[in-house]
């Protein structure tokens, strides 16, 4: 398995952007489709946005689609997301997830991170 931390959340007033970061350990992380996942208060965890292992393809929720922008780097064993155009909806903690295929992660049935805290005012 991985081991997933998660960095760069923060408070953003809407309209605004913020890079989230998220560390892999372990030297097989090129071999791992990679997620983002949020959880707002009151509601379940849903998924955000993917990418394959090769970082070929990605995948993006319909509500983000446009604004979020998922990306990795194999070498820094390192996935990012950045966020632009904040909406005080996408208010959450958002968790990385890593799984050996892409269905699998998005299902989320693989590794965590521990979350970090995105706060977007209006």
């Known amino acids: 398995q991985v081991q997933l931390v998660e960095s760069g959340g923060g408070l953003v007033q809407a309209g605004g952007s913020l890079r989230l970061s998220c560390v892999a350990s372990?030297?097989?992380?090129?071999?791992?489709?990679m997620g983002w996942f949020r959880q707002a208060p009151g509601k379940e965890r849903e998924f955000v946005a993917g990418?394959?292992?090769?970082?070929?393809?990605?995948y993006y929720a319909d509500v983000v689609k446009g604004r979020f922008t998922i990306s990795r780097d194999n070498a820094k064993k390192t996935v990012y997301l950045q966020m632009s155009r904040l909406k005080p909806v996408d208010t959450a903690v958002y968790y990385c997830?890593?799984?050996?295929?892409?269905?699998?992660?998005?299902?989320?049935?693989?590794?965590w991170g521990q979350g970090t805290q995105v706060i977007v005012s209006s």
């Open positions: 997830n890593a799984d050996l295929t892409t269905a699998d992660m998005q299902a989320g049935r693989g590794s």
């Open positions: 372990g030297r097989t992380f090129s071999m791992y489709a």
């Open positions: 990418i394959n292992s090769g970082g070929g393809r990605t």
